[in-house]
């Protein structure tokens, strides 16, 4: 069996890897055709239209290329609006981690007095289930207009669709204690501060940092399209800045970057999650 | 009448509501800008703004002066306003109270003033130091220059007047200090539309423009009701951001687009569309962009607002001159402002350019550079905001249009930098054969048989 020999996933997943770049090179070479219009228009515009054709998507060949290019000069500065990539990703996770600091300053405690109190619980209810699910980008309007900054406006974007994950969870994560934890520690008169912290919180930790997992991910998600919509700087600017110059490979280039550094944010908080978790 | 006629002579027209605009002979003027000295002339333009504030109305200025004599009228006028004062305050140069300035643009080629001066050094010229950041969308240039993030924007030139009436925005007083281009804009079809040129055969269309308050709004709306199609009924219009105009035509979610340039020669560039027509044809010399200020700036920061508004008509003018035009879209084409192969802002600015059908057109007023803010322009936009229902109610026209159009200023800093300002700040113009007057808005608005109003 394939499965049962350790490079065989590896190379399985070289193996899809391989396909999937020689169909896309497959898909993208070059078509040959003849110049339909003359030589001073052909200058004018650009090798398929002059073809008559629309420009076509970039090979694997020229997106490595843009990649390797961004690799090799990741943190240059040609002025306000042009900016390397490595910076453009730095500022989006400096954005992040601010939000989603915020927010779990906000929803960890807030999640623990719902999961602790069913009247709190009840009264909250409402405002959670309708606020939730509304899409953190229909704030940023409201963001700019109130807090009158964009760059606040982007950490409050994250910050809203951060801290529900983290509520919901921390709620659960506290209402679902055992029951026979918390009688042992009535029987045994823990003040109810010590039994929070040292009966509660250990307990629901590993919900807690679920919730957390979850929020990073949307949090980087969001991050972009909220790049996106204010402009400036971050991954998502750069992004928009390409999409302005229709450059299929810069926006290639930031896709692997964004799903890369995705990847490690959501690997760290799965780490973090392992450090709490107690075998029961 | 020229900006430096003599206020006190009962015989000059202030205000300009004459319909020719061109009132004054070119000799005339001409003649009055070599024999006074500039001192003089700054002098004369704050003697006029002095009147104008007083007498608001041009024909109580007039019966005054005839009534109590120029001189009488001069003296009183000194005794309650200290016109020496003021005439020393606005002809010297002060040091600009903040040099670091934010100027937001949206890379577009009618920025072209705007970005510009930043890379050509006409800003540090002026002694500034003005960082100029793209923005991503109209309605974020809004909301940064309202939160003061922005010092001063490019904006669109319907933006300040909805901005101050409060359309689409809370009344703010905002103004324009200068128009940034004129014409430079072109509907850009899809190329399945290339045998369908005729815009009745257009019906059930998708379009896009930038702005709902924008040029490109009032002239696709404007050029299909002249050719009998209901822009609100027939066809549809949506706002799409420039940048993802051309994308989106390429998706064929859309089928056409009135759009800033360099967006049109992008779409032919790429094979996706073709330019239907240019806007200079549907309007020769419109105004489309324009740089705007909060009047928050302009009155607690005269000296900046000055040299930044010096620095902005000092790069028009020299956009204005064809030799430079490759020069400058060189200077703009790179990553860190219109982020553009250079050939495109070349076509556009040159006006040698591939129309997406196969014929090199030479047009070399496809785009032009004008700063003066004409209050007329104002005035047929805010009449076209009400045909289609944008403005609710009645308004000033004539005095809206000089608090946001700020052509005594331009007029004065243009004669600074060499350039010959316009005599008057109201002419009458043609849009696609319909000759517009500024003295009669609401007939205006009456006379179309398609609107809102």
């Not at chain 1, 964009?150 to 709620?171: D, E, K, Q, R, Y």
């Amino acid at each position: 069996m394939l499965s049962a020999k350790p490079w065989g996933p590896a190379l399985l997943s070289l193996l899809i890897l391989a396909v999937f770049l020689g169909a896309w090179h497959a898909a993208t070479l070059p078509e040959k055709g003849a110049q339909v219009v003359d030589d001073e228009y052909a200058k004018l515009v650009g090798k398929s239209a002059a073809t008559g054709q629309k420009s076509a998507m970039p090979g694997p060949a020229d997106v490595a290329k843009k990649i390797w290019s961004h690799v090799n000069d990741p943190f240059y500065v040609r002025g306000t609006n042009d900016k390397g990539i490595g910076i453009q990703l730095a500022y989006s996770i400096g954005r992040v981690l601010v939000g989603f600091a915020l927010a779990a300053l906000v929803a960890i405690p807030l999640g623990f007095l719902i999961g602790m109190s069913p009247t709190v619980y009840r009264a909250l209810d409402p405002f959670i289930q309708v606020l939730k699910p509304v899409s953190p980008l229909a704030w940023m309007p409201l963001a700019l207009f109130t807090i009158k900054d964009s760059g606040l406006s982007a950490i409050f974007v994250i910050f809203i669709c951060s801290v529900w994950p983290m509520l919901v969870n921390t709620a659960f994560g506290v209402m679902s204690v055992r029951k026979e934890w918390l009688n042992v520690a009535r029987t045994l008169e823990v003040r109810p501060l010590r039994k929070a912290f040292r009966v509660v919180l250990p307990a629901a930790a590993p919900t807690i940092m679920t919730g957390m997992r979850i929020s990073v991910g949307i949090a980087w998600l969001v991050i972009v399209a909220a790049e996106m919509l204010v402009g400036g700087t971050g991954i998502g600017y750069f992004v928009w800045n390409e999409w302005n110059n229709l450059s299929i490979s810069n926006i290639l280039s930031a896709i692997l970057a964004i799903g890369l550094v995705g990847m490690l944010l959501d690997a760290l908080l799965a780490r973090l999650a392992r450090a709490v978790t107690f075998p029961e | 009448m020229s900006v430096f006629d003599d206020p006190f002579d009962p015989a000059t027209p202030l205000t300009g509501t004459c319909s020719c605009g061109d009132h004054a002979s070119q000799g005339e003027h001409d003649a009055a800008f070599h024999a006074a000295e500039e001192d003089a002339l700054a002098g004369r333009v704050v003697e006029q703004a002095v009147m104008r504030a007083v007498f608001p109305d041009d024909r109580t200025r007039r019966v005054f002066l005839r009534t109590v004599g120029a001189g009488t009228a001069l003296a009183a006028i000194s005794q309650f306003f200290p016109l020496g004062l003021a005439k020393e305050a606005f002809a010297a140069d002060g040091k600009p109270e903040k040099t670091g300035l934010k100027v937001g643009f949206i890379p577009i080629t009618c920025a072209t003033p705007i970005i510009m001066a930043h890379p050509m050094g006409f800003y540090t010229k002026h002694g500034l130091d003005v960082e100029v950041v793209k923005t991503a969308g109209w309605a974020v240039v809004r909301d940064k220059a309202l939160n003061k993030e922005y010092d001063a924007a490019h904006m669109l030139s319907p933006m300040p007047l909805a901005i101050t009436v409060g359309a689409g925005a809370n009344p703010i007083p905002y103004t324009m200090p200068a128009v940034e281009n004129i014409n430079g804009q072109a509907i850009t079809l899809a190329m399945k539309h290339k045998d369908r040129r005729d815009p009745q055969s257009w019906k059930g269309f998708k379009f896009a423009v930038p702005f709902d308050y924008s040029m490109h709004n009032y002239l696709l709306r404007y050029y299909v009701a002249e050719h009998g199609i209901d822009p609100d009924k027939d066809i549809q219009i949506r706002v799409v951001p420039p940048p993802e105009m051309v994308a989106n035509l390429r998706a064929d979610n859309i089928d056409g687009f009135l759009a800033p340039d360099p967006v049109n020669q992008r779409a032919v560039y790429d094979g996706v569309g073709f330019i239907h027509i240019l806007s200079k044809d549907i309007w020769e010399n419109h105004p489309c962009c324009a740089f705007a200020a909060s009047k928050e700036f302009v009155t607690t920061m005269p000296n900046t607002y000055r040299a930044l508004l010096k620095a902005i008509i000092d790069a028009t003018a020299y956009a204005r001159k064809p030799e430079n035009r490759k020069e400058i879209a060189a200077a703009i084409a790179p990553p860190n402002y219109l982020n553009q192969p250079v050939t495109v802002v070349e076509q556009v600015l040159t006006g040698t350019f591939a129309d997406g059908l196969g014929n090199v057109r030479r047009v070399p007023n496809r785009i032009d550079f004008d700063p003066f803010p004409w209050h007329s322009f104002a005035v047929w936009i805010m009449t076209q905001m009400k045909r289609w229902g944008q403005i609710k109610g009645d308004i000033d026209y004539a005095k809206v249009a000089r608090e946001v159009y700020l052509a005594t200023d331009t007029a004065r800093l243009m004669q600074e930098v060499g350039l010959t300002p316009p005599a008057g700040t109201s002419k009458s113009f043609v849009v696609m054969g319909k000759p517009f007057d500024p003295a009669k808005p609401r007939d205006y608005v009456n006379s179309f048989a398609i609107k809102r109003a």
